[in-house]
Structures are given as C-alpha cells and as structure tokens.
C-alpha cells in the first residue's frame, strides 16, 4: 500500500481505518515539485533534444549562411577651436566638452561630410556598394561614430571587403577635416568681413573727430591746453564715454551675431557649425540632444533596415516598416532642425536687444555728464567732449586693429584642431557573425525553449504519472500500484489470471497486498460485496478484478467473482468459460442461480459470467431482483467480487456501488485523466458509495513515480523460504452433478475469529 497513507486499529469494532494525509504545507509543497522537476524533465527529454537540435542546427546555418562582416576603426581627437570677435574669460566643463564632440560625430555623420565620397571613384565602384542604388544610404548604414568614455571620436564602418571597410573610414575622415577646415575658413571669413566693415566706418569717424579736435584747440589756444586736470566730473565723462565705447563694440558684434545666425536660417548644419565656432562667447544655447538622439535613431534603424534588404531583399513587404520608420525619424529631424534654428535665432536677437540697452543707457549718462560738462566752461568743456570722442573713436579702431591680426592668425592655424591618433587599418577576422557567441545563444535559447516546452506539456498532459498526483487529485489512499504485465502475460487471458499463472511475480505480491488491506478494511465478516470499477474503459478493472479474486481465494475464502458487466464483459473469456447462461440470465429470465456458477480454476474461488447482453442493463442491475439475488449470495460466499462497467460512460457503476460493501477504484498509469478520476470518485461518493482506495494498474517498470520492487517475490525472499508453496496449483476438479439435477452451491464456511 501506499507509504503515505495512515492506518489505525479500532478496538471496538475490529476495523483498521485508512486515511489519506492532509495537503502539503507550501514548503512542501515546493519541495515535492522539485522532486518532481526532474522526473518531467527526463520524460519529455526528445522534446528538450528537439529543440536543442533545432536552435543550434539553426545557429550553425545562420553562421554559415550569414555573409562576413570586417569591421575597421579610426580614432580622432577634436579640439575646440574658431575665430571670435571678442575674447571671453569663460571656461568651459567637461559636460560642454563631451557635447561638442557629439556634435563633431552628428557632423561627421552628416551628408556635407559624406557627400565628398561620391567624389572618389574607388568608393562609388567598391565591390561593397556593388548591389546598392542609393549609395549615400548603404554608406551611413554601414557606419558607426561614437564619443568614447576618453573624450576620443571612433569611426568605424562594417563591409564584406576588409580593404574597403578601412578605405572608406580613411577618406570619410580626409573629408570630415576638409569639410571643418572649409567651415572654419568661412567663419573666420564672415567674422573678417564684419570687422573691416567696422573698421572703415570708425576710420571715417576717427578722422572727422580729430579734424574737430585740431580746429577746436588752434582757435581756443592755450586755454583749452592748460586747464582740466583733476576734475572729478570730465574724468567721469572719460572713463563713460570709454565704457561706451566697449559697449558699442559689443553691440556691433551682437547685431553681427544675430544678422548671421538669420543668414544662415535655411542651413541648419551651416548654423550648427557656426554656433559651435561661437560656442565660448556663451550666447548661443546648445538643445542638440533631442536632434542628436534622433539622428543617433535614425541611424541604427537605416543600418538595420540594410541589414534586412541584404537577408530578405529590398522588395520584401516587411521592409515597408522599416521604410515608414525611417521617413516618420527623418519629419522628425526636420522638425528638430527648425526648432533648433528657432531657438538659436531668438537667443541671438535676445542677446541683441540686450546689449542695445546697455548701449542706449550708458549713452543716455555720457550726454548727462556732457550737459554738465558744458556749465563748467563752455570752452573747455567743448574740448574735453571733442577729445572724449577722439580717444573713443580711436580706443575701438585700436581694439579693430588687434581683432583682425588676432583672427588671420586664428584661421591660419585651424587646421590643427583635428588630429587623427589612429587611422583605419583591414582587419583579419571578421567582426560579424561571431560563430561562438551564435553558437552559445543558439544552445541556451534551445535549452531554455525546451524545457520550457516540456513543462508546459507536462502542464498540459492531464494523465496520472504518480501516486502524489493520485492522492492530490481524488483525497484517496492508493491501495496498491500494478506494474505493467506486457513481459510477463501473453494475452488477456493469462493477464487476468497472473496471481494463479505466476505467483511469485511482483505483480501477484501487489494483489495479494490489495487482499490485505481489504481484510483490514472493516471488521471481519462485515466485508462482503466488493464493487471493482474504473472511470473510463481500458483502464483494467477487469484484470485487477479476477486477480484479486483468485488472491482472495488462495487465502482460503470462499470466493465468488460475479461479472455485472452486460455492455463489454470479459471474465468467461479470462477463465475460458461459455457466456450463453450468466446473470442476466438469473435477474431477466429468472432462471436457477445454482445452476449458473461455475467452479474458477482454483480452490474456493466459483466464477458467474455476465450471460447474454440484455438490452437494458442499468434497469435490470436496478431491479429488485437483482439485489435480492445479491444479498442471497452474500450469506454465501465470505466475498463477492463484481466486475462492473466504467463509471463515466454509463450508471451500471453507480447501481452497483450503491449496494456494494467496498469499492475499489481502478486507474491506468499514464493513461487515466486526473479530472476523470476525480468525477468518477464523486459521482460515486454521490451515490452513498463506501470507495475504499485506488489501485493504478499498468505502471511503467522503469521511469516511473510509483515505488514498487520490479523483482520476483521468490528471489527476494530467498531460498530459505521455499517459494509460496501452493500457489498457482489448481484444485482437483468438482465432483459432476448428473444430468438433469441442479449444482449445490457450497455453504459458506463459518466466519474465522
């Protein structure tokens, strides 16, 4: 019997009760699904190898098939450079840094910078852009420009040719400094241009004011020459009017600023690149991490769709996608470069106006302390004014002067802002595929796909593979566990009789254990009718039936096997019987039940066949005919075991257990359904039905969840012991009763104390 069930002695009654164990704590719980992790596992192997074949079968093609990819590299150092109208005391952080060298890699991203390509015939006839129609695409899906943790700029670009992949780096970077020399040329060249214009103008000014000058002192004499030293208020109309003069200047530079930021408006690399140059004066903000991300997208998604056209080709219907991705990114750059533009655009005119105030302020106090001035002495005054203009007119064309020495020098060394630490080389081995980082995705994705398949098989699989899935499911004990007798039993036939035909089988042992426990079942003598049935038909009730009779019989009680199976019965074939008179027979036509029982193939064991299908068995099984003929053979036979039919399909089942003593439900391993036991044992219970446990027939005798000894009884016990001595002997025959006189059914035995 099943270890887990627990037993107790009744002294009152002399019955041995059997109960199932309460449910499992969750602890235990997940320590028995643990336990049997592996069983499922092991089970649903060939699932697990399938799939581990198939994944890594398909890695290894995806490997072969995929074409080579050689990856070479460049690093660049980037310096922030570019000319300046004025100089400024700030210093920029490594935050300020790190962006400005996001920027030069969008740049160097950028079509300005890639279009140069198209201009060397060994990129345009590269084997690499062979099957390529737009050639600038499969360039910036090919390319990859990132800002390194050391502040450095890598460039890299994936092809089949190891040779090309280093050529196009190489001549991408020779047109990314050509390209920053150029803007750089052109910025120095509009910042030149605005301050030469300047220049003119202040000349212009310098020499009307100093005419004034020389005219003023010639007709004042010494009168303006000798006096002004030590008044307070035209040194403060000196130092303003000085002050002035610096502002205007930065005024100039702001209307500059803002005249080509606006110039620039339609080009918003041009006005990138400008802003950068201008990047230290502080006025222009930097908002490029939504275009850069953008970019940064749009690039990965062009380099993903190349990737696809090369494995599904450029007219496959899942690259429209890809395509509509690609062109949603591309409206949104657009429209991240006119915001950009935008914001540039007003911080300049901000940063204008501001300065004009400043301006317009400050001029307002040096007119003030000029009206005073005048009050003073007219003379004087008027000198003092004539040479405040002059020194201001000539402090800014000094400052002028300086700017445009200062900015030829600055364009003439721009070239150096960019050095290249490493260039592009082939490479040997390819950078993609990588056959073992593939290999071992391929082998874990398969592992993991097969296990995962086979516990959601198990999960699915509603069929009994163990005694705990037993007792969980029906709140039974297992009164035994049937190993399967396909090596042992022929046929049918000899199945149903394997206690007689071989007794010292595991098997037969497994019976005689069942007998036990229904000896123990109840108090003696109290035991009489023993229902066998099954949920669904197959399951071997049939079998377990006749043997436990005959193990019933071996132990020396009187023992009747009563077939009440009249949709498929089965016992007079098992015992080679005729099947013309039986028990339908008795109940239907009313005929002598002594006449229908015939001796089994053992001592104490009598045997009646179900006799002739009856067209309506529930109403005959019903009938109370029937349960008075029952109750006749109960005072008897010590037992009568009743084959019946399955529980599910039909009510005989139900009839029957309702006048049954015990019942005893059948299931096959690995083949009864978990639910159909539970309604089968409910549907019994429904009827008031006494079910003393569970017997799996069938089980597996090796890979099995059942825990029974799959070894003869005789080789155990050794020996010493003799075998069983006089099972599977067969009693001598019965006497004949003569012709025409009805067989006595023997009396039954007196009742052992």
């Known amino acids: 019997m099943n270890s887990q069930v627990s037993q107790s002695y009744d002294p009152a009654t002399g019955a041995r009760n059997y ?8 602890q235990q719980g997940a320590s028995l699904q643990m336990s049997m992790l592996l069983p499922v596992l092991w089970r649903r192997l060939w699932i697990i190898v399938v799939c581990l074949v198939v994944c890594t079968l398909g890695g290894w093609l995806y490997v072969k ?3 080579p990819l050689y990856r070479s590299t460049a690093r660049l150092f980037v310096d922030r450079a570019g000319p300046q109208l004025i100089r400024s ?7 300020r840094e790190f962006n400005y060298r996001l920027t030069q890699a969008e740049m160097l991203r950028s079509m300005p910078v890639l279009s140069k390509l198209l201009d060397n015939p060994e990129i345009v006839g590269a084997r690499t852009f062979a099957d390529t129609s737009n050639l600038m695409e499969a360039i910036r899906r090919g390319l990859d420009v990132n800002v390194g ?3 450095l700029i890598y460039v890299s670009f994936d092809s089949p040719y190891p040779q090309e992949s280093a050529r196009v780096v190489n001549t991408i970077i020779e047109g990314y400094v050509e390209f920053s020399n150029e803007q750089k040329r052109s910025s120095a060249a509009e910042v030149l241009r ?7 103008k202040q000349d212009k000014e310098l020499s009307v004011r100093l005419k004034k000058l020389t005219d003023y002192r010639i007709a004042s004499g010494e009168l303006a020459l000798g006096t002004g030293k030590g008044n307070v208020l035209l040194d403060q109309l000196t130092a303003s009017s000085e002050a002035l003069s ?8 702001a209307r500059e600023l803002f005249n080509a930021a606006q110039s620039m408006s339609n080009d918003p690399d041009q006005l990138r690149a400008f802003v950068e140059s201008q990047r230290s004066k502080g006025v222009f903000v930097t908002g490029q991490s939504e275009d850069q991300k953008l970019r940064a997208e749009l690039d990965e998604l062009r380099v993903a769709q190349f990737q696809m056209e090369r494995q599904l080709g450029p007219e496959h219907a899942f690259l429209n996608s890809f395509r509509q991705r690609v062109a949603v990114l591309e409206a949104r750059l657009a429209q991240a470069d006119k915001k950009y533009v935008a914001n540039q655009l007003a911080v300049a005119e901000q940063y204008y106006l501001a300065v004009q105030r400043q301006a317009e302020d400050l001029a307002r106090t040096v007119d003030n302390l000029r009206n005073e001035a005048k009050g003073l002495n007219s003379q004087l005054a008027e000198y003092e004014l004539l040479r405040s203009e002059y020194d201001q007119t000539r402090s800014m064309v000094d400052i002028l002067n300086s700017r445009i020495k200062e900015l030829n020098i600055t364009e003439n060394a721009g070239a150096m802002n960019v050095m290249v630490l490493e260039v592009a080389r082939p490479t040997d081995d390819p950078f993609s595929p990588n056959p073992s980082k593939i290999m071992k995705f391929a082998v874990t994705f398969g592992l993991i796909l097969g296990v995962c398949a086979a516990l ?3 999960f699915l699989d509603d069929r009994i593979r163990s005694v705990e899935q037993v007792t969980a499911a029906v709140a039974l004990p297992v009164l035994g566990v049937v190993p399967d007798t396909a090596g042992t039993a022929q046929d049918r036939q000899q199945a149903g009789r394997l206690v007689e035909l071989s007794p010292h089988s595991s098997a037969s042992e497994i019976y005689r254990t069942i007998r036990t426990g229904i000896f123990f079942s109840s108090p003696e003598g109290k035991t009489k009718v023993i229902l066998i049935t099954s949920p669904s038909p197959g399951d071997g009730k049939t079998t377990v039936a006749s043997n436990l009779a005959l193990a019933l019989a071996q132990s020396g009680q009187r023992t009747l096997l009563l077939d009440a199976d009249f949709r ?4 007079h074939a098992v015992f080679g019987m005729d099947n013309e008179h039986g028990l339908s027979s008795a109940v239907a036509l009313q005929e002598p039940v002594e006449q229908l029982v015939k001796p089994g193939p053992i001592e104490d064991l009598w045997v009646i066949p179900s006799g002739p299908v009856p067209p309506n068995p529930a109403e005959l099984l019903n009938s109370g005919r029937f349960k008075t003929l029952l109750a006749t053979l109960s005072g008897q036979y010590d037992h009568i075991v009743i084959d019946s039919p399955p529980v599910l399909p039909v009510t005989d089942a139900r009839i029957l257990g309702a006048d049954a003593d015990l019942v005893v439900v059948v299931l096959r391993a690995e083949k009864s359904r978990r639910k159909s036991a539970r309604h089968a044992v409910e549907a019994m219970q429904g009827v008031g039905a006494k079910i003393l446990g569970v017997v799996i027939n069938g089980a597996p005798r090796r890979g099995g969840n059942y825990g029974y000894y799959d070894q003869p009884y005789d080789g155990y016990y050794g020996e010493g012991y003799g075998g069983y001595g006089t099972y599977g002997k067969k009693p001598p025959t019965p006497p004949t009763t003569p012709p025409g006189s009805s067989p006595t059914i023997p009396a039954a035995p007196p009742q052992p104390t």
């Open 19 to 26: 109960a199932v164990p309460a449910p499992p704590s969750e």
């Open 65 to 67: 098939q995929s074409t």
């Open 89 to 95: 005391g700030e210093v920029d952080g490594m935050s």
């Open 149 to 151: 943790a050391d502040q």
């Open 194 to 200: 605005i301050l030469q214009r300047e220049k003119e």
């Open 246 to 253: 610096q502002l205007q200047l930065k005024l100039v530079e």
């Open 456 to 458: 959601g098989l198990e």
């Open 568 to 571: 498929k019965p089965r016992i």
